[in-house]
């Protein structure tokens, strides 16, 4: 069974671009999570979409959006980008009250 | 937000010593989870402790849910170089989003 698969893998941005991450769940999987890890934060919750529908969301500004479609992958999208946005963006699939299962991330760095 | 704070932030030892690493919060638990993660991947679950007391084994290393279940512990026995990586715990409070903590960074020494 393959596992969460993220791309791009690596993704180089400017201060004030946008940015758009993609999420394949394994398969079965409907919900879909996605983290912000940094050094100083550590892995901050994003959101939770289910069946298409955003379910949760964490305390992070409006410019970080996101969306699941009717397949259940996901993407998320960062507008305005700053220099604080660099991290490793990680996305999670499960199926309901059960473990989450990660990706490898896609790291992004803002300049 | 709850906290949970994760002790030691960085440890480093020789091969095939002990160590244990913790996980703290003020509040209490639903249920608590230990991951692994090494560089260049995302965490993988390693346990799921729920009951307060409980123990859990996996090889070579013990995790232990606080009796009041809000602290966690993992013990690595005979540390092995393969055991290296970022160790994460995350807790769920009631009904709200599993919250992770800031991590222990392993590193073993051959």
């Known amino acids: 069974k393959a596992g969460v698969t993220q791309t791009p893998r690596y993704l180089i941005k400017t201060r004030g671009q946008q940015v758009t991450l993609s999420c394949s769940p394994i398969?079965?999987?409907?919900?879909v999570s996605w983290y912000q890890q940094t050094p100083g934060q550590g892995l901050q919750f994003l959101f939770e979409?289910?069946?298409?529908?955003?379910?949760n969301k964490g305390n992070f500004p409006g410019r970080f959006s996101g969306r699941q479609f009717s397949n259940s992958r996901s993407e998320m999208n960062v507008s305005t980008l700053e220099l604080g946005d660099s991290a490793l963006y990680l996305c999670?699939?499960?199926?309901?009250?059960?473990?989450?299962?990660f990706g490898n991330g896609t790291r992004l760095t803002v300049t | 937000t709850q906290l949970l704070e994760q002790s030691p932030q960085f440890l480093s030892i020789q091969e095939g010593e002990n160590l244990t690493v913790y996980c703290n919060s003020s509040s209490v638990f639903s249920s608590l989870q230990w991951y692994r993660q090494e560089p260049g991947e995302g965490p993988v679950l390693l346990v799921t402790v729920v009951t307060g007391g409980e123990v859990k084994k996996l090889k070579r290393l013990t995790f232990q849910f606080g009796d009041a279940r809000k602290d966690s512990s993992l013990h690595i026995t005979a540390a092995q170089p393969g055991d290296t990586g970022l160790y994460l715990c995350?807790?769920?409070?009631?009904?709200?989003?599993?919250?992770f903590g800031t991590g222990t960074r392993l590193t073993i020494i051959p």
């Open positions: 979409y289910f069946s298409e529908t955003q379910r």
């Open positions: 398969s079965g999987h409907r919900s």
């Open positions: 999670a699939s499960s199926l309901p009250s059960s473990p989450l299962h």
């Open positions: 995350a807790g769920i409070f009631g009904n709200e989003k599993l919250t």
